[in-house]
């Protein structure tokens, strides 16, 4: 495989990263109650909790700081003097790639909070 | 751009009054033809290919839209004794199974096998063969389970065959057993040609048409065949456990003996929510394709549209608990899945504000075609809402296996797939027939499927909410459901006579259609470049494209290409040439050789299907011989590639052109055989999953005190096996960096180890202590092992299969590629022993029983 097919790695990368997070948040939650379940009296703060919440903000922080490079080169062209976004964009795979990257990279990232948001608020295994 | 709606009408010539084209299509098509009579079955090209799934899935559209007709007749009044109770079931089952499984996806298929190499400036897609067996297994697999409905015992579990009710206590007729094979039969089908079609859009664009560059329909098609690689499979290994579990008593899913049936559904559901965008999203690629030509100007945001349709592939894999939210999982889970269902929205949402977007910036033309596209933004929008509200745990538990359900489903369904296919139907009518659909008969047929479809299942929605529960084969009168039961059968009807309008539209066109001009809707995209109707080698020279718009910026490029002005226009070699491209930039890399019109893939379909018939009549020993005469004829028909005189007849190539793909290190079979061993993967992982939630959860499950088998011997066969791996990277390595030109002794070498380390295993497995039936724990340990033997059997005959064709000259160090396919499979191998060892043996070990 030539080494220039690398464009397509950040984003199979960063989806395979995702899915092994959801795995975990939800593999993680079923043995979590098999092997040690909380108490219902602590309500969401338990360990449990704690652990699905902190590995979230960990990967969250990851998706947000992988982001940040393909984003910078992909809006490069926006610079004075060059050519507009959209021109250079047929231009060029590699921007383009770098625009899709980053932004799965940003999905991923949006979409963790939004799906762990519940760990704060509901206890795990009831 | 030039004008879009008048451009190529005017510039393309009469191919006939020119000697140049006709010379390059006679040449062409003495290496392209396709041959008649009874030898057609030996086609493998793809337009044909294309077109039987096409016209096979619609034929089983007519029998699942005939099931229908009589679910609503039975249901038009109450208390009616059309029907049954166990021929509603079987009918409301296999109508659901016809659906989805042998026309939505198998059509679209068929539609994407017939445009992407046309759209991408190729003459066929990459494993022509594959293409052919796969349609093959698809017509045994959907004849085996069509016809379970004419001896009386059609599944009749519904289409999602919940265990235990599919099980062998409470279903012991062979009605569930038509249908775990015959869809296993078909999902090969469904795999194969998501492989196919991944590589060929990765590997084989035409010369300059980067990833930017490509058709958008393309991009739908690759994101969703790479779901169905990884989708597919979770289906595949719960049919297999299914089957054997009713077969020989392995009990996966009974949970006296440590078993659960709720796995069935996590693994049904894994596939069958992604399922639902497999089938969208090639329809939402028609629309993506069909808007910019009707509206007369590129699509707004082709970037966005690109990121919300990769978006919309993965996050659809992680909704499927949202079908299984009344079985008792935990409220924080359920949370997770809500909130992932109502995400998915999103993408979906951009890809509709950019097809509204192409509309109020272009000047749209309300053919026949924009027509179906129009009631798809109604239908999909409507069915996409109440699809939100679904995703609410507290609502969807009030409307939980109600028609409410039904009526969802089928919005976003027909909505999304069956109107967007339609107007594609009619758009690329023309291109496959030369001839124009009618108008009149056509609008007739669309609005009354428009019609008679929101009469049938907009009502269903308030059927819904009265209660009326799904599955139900009668109801009593006085429930408030009379009335809307009886308006939705009556849409159900219209319904049904439209589609039989607009089916009779698209055949009598054939006959009565106007002759259609070249690229009748000014079309922007390749495909219009190619003959109407197409000629099996698509174009005579591969052109440039390095842009979206080929059509609009070059009219003159369908002359051009039928002149043989571009590339590849030579025919002298006897060889199908196509070019192999890099995947990011297009850029060509080599020359892809395909093979040429082949019995193998009919001959091991045809064997398949015996063992597929053996196994539905328990004839178990019946059964094992036809499975070593389908491996045969795999492997014969694996001998005639590469550099074997019937797959290159001649290895020269033009003076400048890039080298035949078998004398490189990065031929199209490489690829072919990672996303195969990605869908392996899954499978696989599937099965991991399976034996983790049973230890979680399964409240009978049982960890012996004792291993089942010896870890020390596990861990000799285990480095038999690496250092055989190891040994045929060795080779590989030695070949890649032209040292070595005796490869063949090395190769029998490894082969004789893989040998000694299969008989090990297989010794292992044996004196296993195991008792598969009497515990789900031993089921699903020996399942894995099993697993284990068939890879280390495979990579040890490939290994000797390699051997033996460096001995005939077709693999060595000027035709090495082979090689890197086959280590592939060697180390794949290596990984799921280890993986297989550490979560079964050594896992249970460390953590006891749960």
Redesign the interface.
């Known amino acids: 495989m030539s080494p220039r097919t690398s464009g397509l790695t950040p984003i199979g990368a960063a989806i395979f990263i995702w899915s092994t997070w959801f795995v975990f948040l939800y593999g993680g939650l079923s043995v979590g109650c098999a092997v040690a379940p909380p108490s219902t009296d602590a309500g969401a703060s338990n360990w449990l909790n704690a652990l699905l919440a902190v590995i979230t903000v960990v990967v969250f922080f990851g998706f947000v700081a992988a982001a940040i490079p393909p984003w910078r080169r992909a809006t490069r062209a926006r610079a004075p003097g060059s050519a507009s976004a959209p021109e250079s964009d047929t231009r060029d795979p590699w921007r383009f790639l770098d625009f899709v990257a980053a932004g799965i990279h940003g999905v991923c990232a949006a979409s963790m909070p939004v799906i762990a948001l519940s760990v704060l608020r509901l206890p795990p295994c009831v | 751009l030039s004008d879009p709606r008048t451009s190529g009408q005017d510039h393309v010539p009469d191919e006939r009054s020119l000697g140049e084209p006709d010379r390059l299509h006679d040449e062409l098509n003495v290496i392209w033809g396709n041959p008649g009579g009874w030898r057609a079955l030996s086609i493998v090209n793809h337009s044909t290919i294309g077109l039987r799934f096409m016209v096979t899935g619609l034929a089983f559209f007519v029998i699942g839209g005939m099931l229908a007709m009589l679910i609503r007749a039975q249901l038009a009044l109450p208390g009616r004794d059309l029907l049954d109770h166990e021929a509603y079931n079987q009918i409301f089952t296999m109508h659901g199974t016809v659906m989805m499984f042998l026309f939505a996806v198998p059509v679209l298929e068929g539609l994407a096998m017939y445009l992407i190499p046309k759209l991408i400036g190729a003459r066929d897609l990459v494993f022509p063969r594959l293409s052919a067996f796969g349609y093959w297994c698809y017509l045994f697999g959907g004849l085996i389970v069509v016809s379970s409905l004419l001896l009386g015992a059609a599944p009749n579990s519904g289409w999602f065959m919940y265990t235990p009710l599919s099980s062998g206590i409470y279903g012991p007729g062979p009605n569930s057993d038509f249908w775990l094979l015959g869809i296993t039969f078909v999902e090969i089908s469904a795999v194969s040609a998501g492989v196919e079609l991944v590589v060929s859009i990765l590997r084989t664009r035409t010369s300059g048409m980067?990833?930017?560059?490509m058709p958008l329909f393309a991009w739908y098609i690759l994101v969703a065949g790479l779901m169905i690689v990884v989708g597919f499979p979770p289906l595949i290994l719960a049919s297999v456990l299914l089957e054997i579990e009713r077969a020989l008593g392995f009990p996966f899913f009974d949970v006296t003996l440590g078993g659960d049936p709720i796995l069935w559904q996590h693994l049904f559901w894994l596939f069958g929510h992604p399922e639902v965008y497999i089938i969208f999203l090639p329809a939402a690629g028609i629309v993506s394709t069909l808007l910019p030509v009707f509206c007369g100007r590129p699509i707004v945001g082709y970037?966005w549209l690109?990121?919300s349709v990769?978006?919309t592939g993965?996050?659809s894999?992680?909704l499927w608990?949202h079908h299984m939210f009344t079985v008792g999982i935990?409220?924080?889970?359920q949370?997770?899945?809500s909130?992932?269902s109502m995400?998915v929205a999103i993408?979906t949402g951009i890809q509709i504000f950019a097809w509204l977007a192409t509309l109020w910036l272009g000047r749209p033309r309300l053919t026949l075609p924009m027509l179906w596209i129009a009631g798809f933004l109604v239908i999909f929008v409507a069915g996409g809402l109440t699809g939100v509200m679904l995703a609410l745990v507290p609502f969807n538990w009030q409307v939980h296996d109600t028609h409410f359900v039904v009526a969802h489903m089928h919005y976003v369904l027909v909505g999304g797939m069956l109107f967007p296919l339609m107007a594609g139907l009619y758009y690329w009518l023309p291109l496959a027939s030369g001839r124009m659909p009618s108008e009149r008969l056509g609008r007739l047929g669309f609005w009354l499927v428009f019609i008679g479809f929101n009469a049938t299942f907009l009502i269903m929605h308030w059927t819904g909410l009265l209660g009326m529960p799904r599955r139900i084969y009668t109801f009593d009168a006085g429930l408030g459901w009379d009335l809307p039961n009886l308006v939705s059968s009556v849409g159900g009807f219209v319904l049904a006579i439209g589609t039989a309008v607009a089916l009779a539209d698209l055949l009598l066109h054939f006959l009565l259609g106007r002759r259609a001009p070249p690229n009748p809707w000014g079309a922007d995209t390749l495909e219009w470049a190619v003959r109407m109707p197409p000629s099996p080698y698509n174009f005579v020279s591969l052109p440039e494209c390095p842009?979206?718009h080929p059509l609009w910026e070059n009219p003159e490029l369908p002359r051009e290409i039928a002149e043989g002005r571009h590339a590849l226009s030579t025919t002298n070699h006897g060889r199908r040439e196509t070019w192999g491209s890099?995947?990011?930039?297009?850029r060509v890399?080599e020359i892809i050789h395909l093979p040429g019109n082949s019995w193998w893939p009919f001959y091991a379909a045809l064997a398949l299907a015996v063992v597929c018939i053996a196994l539905l009549v328990r004839a178990y020993p019946f059964a094992s011989l036809a499975t070593l005469v389908a491996l045969g004829v795999l492997l014969r028909w694996s001998w005639e590639n590469g550099a074997h005189p019937r797959a290159a007849p001649d290895a020269e190539v033009q003076p400048g052109d890039p080298p035949l793909h078998y004398r490189t290190f990065?031929g199209p079979g490489?690829w072919g055989m990672g996303i195969t061993l990605l869908a392996n993967g899954a499978l696989y992982l599937a099965l991991l999953f399976g034996w983790?939630?049973l230890w979680?959860?399964a409240p009978q499950w049982q960890i012996p005190d004792q291993a089942p088998l010896s870890l020390l011997a596990m861990l000799v066969v285990g480095v038999l096996l690496s250092l055989a791996a190891f040994g045929f990277q060795r080779v590989v390595r030695a070949v890649a960096h032209q040292r070595e030109d005796r490869i063949e002794a090395p190769l029998w070498g490894i082969s004789a180890i893989g040998f000694v380390h299969l008989g090990a295993l297989v010794r292992l497995t044996m004196t296993a202590d195991l008792t598969p039936t009497e515990s789900a724990h031993d089921a699903v340990f020996t399942v894995a092992l099993i697993y284990l033997v068939i890879h280390s059997a495979l990579a040890t005959v490939l290994t000797a299969l390699q051997a033996l064709r460096v001995r005939a000259g077709y693999v060595g160090r000027l035709a090495p590629y082979e090689l890197s396919v086959v280590a592939q499979w060697w180390w794949y191998t290596v990984m799921v022993f280890w993986m297989t060892a550490l979560a079964l043996l050594v896992f249970p070990m460390s953590w006891g029983p749960?």
């Open positions: 980067a990833l930017h560059q970037r690109v990121l990769i978006t993965f996050i894999f992680g608990v935990p409220h924080l889970a949370a997770f899945f909130a992932a995400l993408p842009t979206r890099d995947p990011t930039t297009g890399r990065d490489l983790f939630y979680t959860v749960a």
